[in-house]
């Protein structure tokens, strides 16, 4: 199991940009497929974005496209979100969610297998 640990999120204005951080511990970590999830209050869960365990290719919800960048660093075990452009309704918690040798596609759709680390709340005024 690949315990996760969230960083980065914070209290920023309109426009600006923060960079989330999931961490992992493992060695193995490499060899997982990380998703990024949010969750605002009283709505569902959604998909923001993920990455690969091979070839690092990467899938965006259409809400985040172009706006937001993920990226990973197998040497330091650690998957970032590069959030730019930031509009209020990207205030939620962020989540990130690993699963092994998945592809950033199939991230998009939760699984009961997969490791979730506590979350990051990010708010965005306006």
């Known amino acids: 199991q690949v315990p996760l640990v969230e960083s980065g999120g914070g209290l920023v204005q309109a426009g600006g940009s923060l960079r989330l951080s999931c961490a992992a511990s493992?060695?193995?970590?490499?060899?997982?497929?990380v998703g990024w999830f949010r969750q605002a209050p009283g709505k569902e869960r959604e998909f923001v974005s993920a990455?690969?365990?091979?070839?690092?290719?990467?899938y965006y919800a259409d809400s985040v496209k172009g706006r937001f960048s993920i990226s990973r660093d197998n040497a330091k075990n650690t998957v970032y979100l590069q959030m730019n452009s930031l509009k209020p309704e990207d205030t939620a918690v962020y989540y990130c969610?690993?699963?092994?040798?998945?592809?950033?596609?199939?991230?998009?759709?939760?699984?009961?297998?997969?490791?979730w680390g506590q979350g990051t709340q990010v708010t965005v005024s306006s």
């Open positions: 493992e060695r193995t970590f490499a060899t997982y497929a």
């Open positions: 990455i690969s365990w091979i070839a690092s290719s990467t």
């Open positions: 969610a690993a699963r092994r040798f998945s592809t950033a596609q199939d991230m998009g759709v939760l699984s009961d297998g997969d490791r």
